[in-house]
């Protein structure tokens, strides 16, 4: 089974980046699957509005039942919340919340996927998913390297412990927020030795195989060039549908 990175967005169909990870669910469960919808917001209210999104995007990909986790700043995920899952899906909204809520419930995560849950990550979801988690800012000592509006209420880009899935450094809505100068300068001031930015309406799938592109989109790469300073960026497309 497979982690996919969803880079943000909506569209009315979105089977060929988040379908691949509802149909991973369904032949672990052999048959329509359980999907964990774990979803941060500072209040209940406030996160109660998307659930019917969420729920009806995923069961129109192929889900049989979808389990709504609302976390909230008062409420963190328990290892209980995901019991049955056949597959695990984390929401968007602002990271640091997300991260403060899922983080005690990490070695839970890792566990259930390492037995074959696959895991998805929708923006927020996405950014935590790493050995270390992004977390916002906009700034690096002070200089400006992304829109304020990425900022995820953050001054200084921020890093993190994440949930330890992978070994990159996620940011997202690459293209559409500009955010491919965060990722090229976290490398750049050595805070990272790679890091990858996706586009909307687009998935990193990482599995066995290595990576894989799904979407309408590109996933941006930033990588340290050696032992040097300069800082290699390269472009991973969607394969043609």
Same mark, same amino acid.
Not at 90 to 103: D, E, S
């Given at each position: 089974?497979?982690?996919?990175?969803?880079?943000?967005?909506?569209?009315?169909?979105?089977?060929?980046?988040?379908?691949?990870?509802?149909?991973?669910?369904?032949?672990?469960?052999?048959?329509?699957?359980?999907?964990?919808?774990?979803?941060?917001?500072?209040?209940?209210?406030?996160?109660?509005?998307?659930?019917?999104?969420?729920?009806?995007?995923?069961?129109?990909?192929?889900?049989?039942?979808?389990?709504?986790?609302?976390?909230?700043?008062?409420?963190?995920?328990?290892?209980?919340?995901?019991?049955?899952?056949?597959?695990?899906?984390?929401?968007?909204?602002?990271?640091?919340?997300?991260?403060?809520?899922?983080?005690?419930?990490?070695?839970?995560?890792?566990?259930?996927?390492?037995?074959?849950?696959?895991?998805?990550?929708? !923006?927020? %979801?996405?950014?935590? /998913? &790493? =050995?270390?988690?992004?977390?916002?800012?906009? *700034?690096? $000592?002070?200089?400006?390297?992304?829109?304020?509006?990425?900022?995820?209420?953050?001054?200084?880009?921020?890093?993190?412990?994440?949930?330890?899935?992978?070994?990159?450094?996620?940011?997202?809505?690459?293209?559409?927020?500009?955010?491919?100068?965060?990722?090229?300068?976290?490398?750049?001031?050595?805070?990272?030795?790679?890091?990858?930015?996706?586009?909307?309406?687009?998935?990193?799938?990482?599995? !066995?195989? %290595?990576?894989?592109? /799904? &979407? =309408?989109?590109?996933?941006?790469?930033?990588? *340290?060039? $050696?032992?040097?300073?300069?800082?290699?960026?390269?472009?991973?497309?969607?394969?043609?549908?």
């Amino acid at each position: 089974m497979s982690i996919h990175l969803l880079g943000g967005g909506d569209a009315d169909d979105e089977s060929r980046w988040t379908g691949r990870f509802v149909a991973e669910a369904r032949e672990r469960a052999e048959g329509p699957p359980v999907i964990a919808v774990v979803l941060w917001a500072a209040d209940a209210s406030e996160g109660e509005r998307w659930h019917d999104d969420y729920r009806d995007d995923l069961t129109k990909l192929g889900a049989g039942e979808v389990r709504i986790v609302q976390l909230t700043t008062e409420r963190t995920l328990l290892p209980t919340d995901l019991g049955s899952a056949d597959g695990i899906f984390v929401g968007g909204g602002l990271t640091p919340g997300y991260h403060a809520a899922i983080m005690p419930a990490a070695d839970t995560i890792r566990g259930l996927v390492s037995t074959g849950v696959p895991y998805a990550g929708y !923006s927020a %979801g996405a950014m935590i /998913a &790493g =050995d270390v988690a992004l977390l916002g800012g906009w *700034r690096i $000592g002070g200089v400006p390297v992304a829109s304020e509006a990425s900022s995820e209420g953050l001054d200084e880009v921020t890093l993190d412990a994440g949930l330890g899935l992978i070994d990159l450094v996620v940011d997202v809505h690459a293209a559409q927020y500009g955010n491919v100068s965060r990722a090229i300068a976290i490398v750049a001031a050595g805070l990272a030795d790679r890091v990858v930015a996706i586009d909307e309406c687009t998935s990193l799938i990482v599995g !066995s195989g %290595g990576l894989e592109v /799904a &979407g =309408d989109g590109s996933v941006w790469t930033a990588d *340290r060039a $050696g032992d040097t300073d300069r800082v290699t960026v390269s472009v991973l497309a969607a394969a043609a549908a």
